[in-house]
């Protein structure tokens, strides 16, 4: 029961709540109503002092730190609702489904400006749209890490080009085509883009499956006590192929320089 026997009303706090205000079971706190009610000193907020009943934690640093609970019929005299709710709160056994739901309340509650519904989505569109503009910043992130692998493999062909000129020219001489020699400086892209994706691919997917089931703490002042993981296979697969793509785009040009000379040259620069 969150009713004091004859005393005080009870109350529920957040656990960061609680904390902040320093109070705990068997306390008391004021609370104060926004609504004005006049008394002998004119128009004053209306304040009822409550007893803490109990403490609850819900893991969610906003919920436990702005919200606390009491009884609905001390809460309606507290307010002077009467017998009135201003407020209902549901909740869904599938939460992607909140926007139907409105949707399916928004003709019955009519035109009405003092009633509307609005879900999770509504309420924290803000949070929304900071982990949008976030994910997006980590894929441009993701891209400009893999450009840059890209590059390395460039420099690193048109490097194995330089040393190993007698040997293209050697390979030339003995009735290579220009198309083998492409396809040789491709596979081997590929292969160094296959086994650098393939390497990044699998210590992505450790790194997930250590945070997922052993867990990483946060600050209590995050929405959530432990770090969240979700491993989405489009995403992963995405950049996975573009690795691996990227990695052969950038064997074009030392599979051109290449396949163009002339085994003399080759000779000649050695």
Known sequence: STADEGLRPGILLGEELAISLRVGVGGEVTVVSPRDDAGFLGIQPRARTFRVAGIFRTGMYEFDLKLAY??????????????????????????????????????ILGNTKSLNAVDWKQLNRNLFSALQLEKLAMLVVLLIIIAV?????????????????????????????????RRIFISLGSVVGTIGSSAGLLMGLATVGFIRYVGVRMPRQYYVDQLPVHVDPLTISLIFFLGIALCVAATLYPAFMASRGRPVEGFRNV
């Open 149 to 181: 692998a890209a590059l390395n493999v460039l420099g690193s062909l048109l490097m194995l080009l330089l040393e190993r000129g007698r040997e293209v020219a050697i390979l030339k001489s003995l009735g290579a085509t220009r198309g083998e020699l």
């Open 70 to 107: 009491i009884r609905m019929s001390e809460a309606q005299r507290f307010f002077q609702l009467g017998t009135d709710i201003n407020r209902i709160e549901l909740r869904l056994s599938n939460v992607d489904a909140s926007t139907e739901v409105v949707q399916a309340l928004a003709p």
